[in-house]
């Protein structure tokens, strides 16, 4: 079954690009009709979509988050990318990558999470 | 954008039934979706179109959707089901996924 890993700096200094990187394992990423996710929960708090990629490279992003957001894909290393610009300790989060059933938009797995910590 | 409204809270006895309401403008005419989210770990899809249920998740875990507000109902409740509970929605009109603000399911 396909399984989903977060990796990347737990780390980042105010005004720097947060970078993350989503291995998809057990599966092609390319393979049916799926998109690939980014999502964030910040402490104590609730989830907030950031935006999706399908494996075309066509991507679409929270309006809250667009001007910042990056989302690109590799389907050669079956990895998708998150890259966040000009980070504040607000963007400090945990971060997860999920797989996305094209259409109504359900999300399904989801990856283990990792902590991102916005701080100099 | 599009706002979905999940109480903060929701306590429940165990063996009794919990449900957990997802308010939204017309919600009915969307598909919902329901995670479950235990401490310190990722959400998991218990419930997708509205009251289907993904494979290994137990039969007690329903869901409905009509009019103003969805309902994910969880029957015969154990310990194991105290979690936070995550109403989501894809809008189409603006392509975009909305969560609600979450449920605090205790089991007293």
């Known amino acids: 079954q396909v399984q989903l890993q977060e990796s990347g700096p737990g780390l980042v200094k105010p005004s720097q690009t947060l970078s993350l990187t989503c291995t998809v394992s057990g599966g092609s990423i390319s393979s049916g009709s799926y998109y690939w996710s980014w999502i964030r929960q910040p402490a104590g708090k609730g989830l907030e979509w950031i935006g999706r990629?399908?494996?075309?490279?066509?991507?679409n992003y929270n309006p809250s988050l667009k001007s910042r957001v990056t989302i690109s894909v590799d389907t050669s290393k079956n990895q998708f990318s998150l890259k966040l610009s000009s980070v504040t300790a607000a963007d400090t989060a945990v971060y997860y990558c999920?797989?996305?059933?094209?259409?109504?938009?359900?999300?399904?797995?989801w990856g283990q999470g990792t902590l991102v910590t916005v701080s100099s | 954008s599009y706002v979905l409204t999940q109480p903060p809270s929701v306590s429940v006895a165990p063996g009794k039934t919990a449900r957990i309401t997802c308010g939204g403008n017309?919600?009915?005419?969307?598909?919902v979706h329901w995670y479950q989210q235990k401490p310190g770990q990722a959400p998991v899809l218990v419930i997708y179109y509205d009251s289907d249920r993904p494979s290994g998740i137990p039969e007690r875990f329903s869901g409905s959707n009509s009019g103003n507000t969805a309902t994910l109902t969880i029957s015969r409740v154990e310990a194991g089901d105290e979690a936070d509970y995550y109403c989501?929605?894809?809008?189409?009109?603006?392509?975009?996924?909305?969560f609600g603000g979450g449920t605090k399911l205790t089991v007293l």
């Open positions: 990629i399908y494996t075309s490279g066509s991507t």
């Open positions: 989501q929605v894809w809008d189409s009109s603006s392509d975009d996924v909305v």
């Open positions: 999920a797989r996305v059933m094209a259409g109504e938009h359900w999300f399904d797995p």
């Open positions: 017309n919600i009915g005419s969307k598909s």
